[in-house]
């Protein structure tokens, strides 16, 4: 296939040029001014639609893709704790193998609308753990997304839900990868597993060849109980237990110092910033200008990274930072090489050889798109409502804004039927 005159933009290095590209299989073949079709390729013309290499969200839970307009609780949450007590931690017991596939059905194609092409998802459902990753897989690969998926481990549902936890883990790296889809280890928080779980947890991350990811520093309640645990900080606890080389997901680090933020990036850990969630939980600013190999995550608001970056921007700006928008692109980029990395494919490339993971944007630009002012226009200008169409390894998921996987409509009448549903265990 050739996509005729789009206006190809990257990001790492940024570029913007208008000319064609061929798809072949599941990689782009070639690029260049009017390539000739072969005989029966299909040819689709763009007339200088944007091309865009598919986004990441470094960070999501696909699971509260049903909690949008759940009603609240009674007495409102009066701290971070009382948030994951009160809503998210009564939301994710509440999920049976039903509503882990309409989450996870539902949470892809609102990536795919939103030009999100990879997940990295950080999954919890007590009642149902065995074969909940396979079912998760399953809802995201019909969609037609790449993901890396784990079970969040905790010592908060006991010592067999903990167990649980880390079978489920280990289960699904055991079965090995597939074309779309990866395994990592997931760890709940410092605060909520013991010394003997963070021993448990890197034994499978070691037996598998494999990173922890996990949720680190993001409100304070997690330094202060590790310093009660261990007396160091959380970073410290997790170099001692071995668990944070190898490409370790470190996400939030709201509440790191700078000298743990370096030991972090030495020891080759990733960190994630999310900065609408922590706007919405109230826990704090992240300390955005001493993080080096870093990327964004929307933990579970929604699935779209321009609104991400965007946030990341504008939370920087009122930090008063004057580089906040090669930053907000930077985390964009740290997305795309994070996800190459756990991939081995050089994703965030339009170019020969580069996976065909592609959006297509209807954006007319009402001033001159260029290279240099391109953060102006993806921060300004570009949001999920411009997304035509999304290809993944070659395939549209999205063309010309249907979704082409699953029956979009029954998914979202089964998804509000089982929301009810859910709401109501959860009462
Ligand atoms: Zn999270």
């Not at 050889?353 to 226009?377: C, F, K, M, Q, S």
Request: hydrophobic letters at 40%; one cysteine or more.
């Amino acid at each position: 296939m050739i996509l005729r005159q789009g206006t190809l933009v990257t990001l790492d290095p940024p570029t913007v040029e208008r000319t064609d590209l061929r798809i072949e299989g599941d990689s782009v073949a070639e690029r260049g001014p009017r390539l000739r079709p072969g005989p029966g390729e299909e040819v689709l013309d763009l007339e200088g639609a944007l091309v865009m290499p598919g986004l990441v969200n470094a960070h999501t839970h696909l699971y509260s893709a049903l909690a949008r307009g759940m009603p609240g609780p009674g007495e409102p949450p009066g701290s971070f704790v009382e948030i994951l007590e009160k809503v998210w931690w009564r939301l994710d017991r509440a999920l049976d193998e039903a509503s882990v596939r309409l989450s996870g059905l539902v949470g892809a194609i609102e990536a795919a609308r939103s030009g999100t092409t990879t997940l990295f998802d950080h999954h919890a459902s007590p009642s149902f753990v065995e074969g909940s990753l396979a079912t998760l897989r399953g809802a995201v690969e019909e969609v037609g997304l790449r993901s890396v998926l784990c079970y969040e481990t905790t010592d908060r549902n006991g010592l067999g839900g903990r167990d649980a936890g880390i079978s489920e883990n280990r289960a699904f790296l055991g079965g090995g990868p597939t074309s779309l889809t990866r395994g990592m280890v997931g760890a709940h928080a410092s605060f909520t597993l013991s010394d003997e779980s963070l021993d448990l947890l890197a034994r499978a991350t070691a037996d598998f060849g494999s990173a922890v990811h996990v949720h680190v520093a993001e409100d304070r309640c997690d330094v202060e109980d590790c310093r009660r645990r261990s007396g160091a900080g959380v970073v410290e606890r997790l170099r001692e237990h071995g668990l944070l080389g190898n490409g370790a997901l470190l996400v939030h680090c709201v509440h790191l110092t700078t000298d743990e933020l370096r030991h972090a990036h030495d020891a080759g850990a990733w960190l994630v910033h999310c900065p609408r969630s922590n706007m919405n939980n109230a826990v704090g600013r992240a300390p955005t200008a001493a993080f080096r190999r870093a990327a964004l995550g929307t933990d579970g608001l929604d699935e779209d990274m321009l609104a991400e970056a965007r946030a990341a921007f504008l939370g920087m700006r009122d930090a008063g930072r004057a580089d906040a928008g090669g930053a907000a692109l930077a985390l964009l980029v740290g997305g795309l090489r994070l996800a190459g990395a756990f991939f081995g494919l050089p994703l965030g490339r339009l170019d020969a050889a580069a996976p065909a993971d592609l959006v297509v944007l209807d954006y007319r630009p009402p001033t001159p798109l260029t290279t240099e002012n391109l953060p102006g226009h993806l921060l300004f200008g570009l949001d999920r409502s411009h997304v035509r169409s999304t290809m993944v390894a070659g395939r549209f998921v999205l063309r010309d804004r249907r979704i082409t996987g699953v029956d979009e409509g029954d998914v979202f009448a089964r998804a509000r039927r089982a929301a009810e549903a859910l709401w109501r265990r959860m009462a």
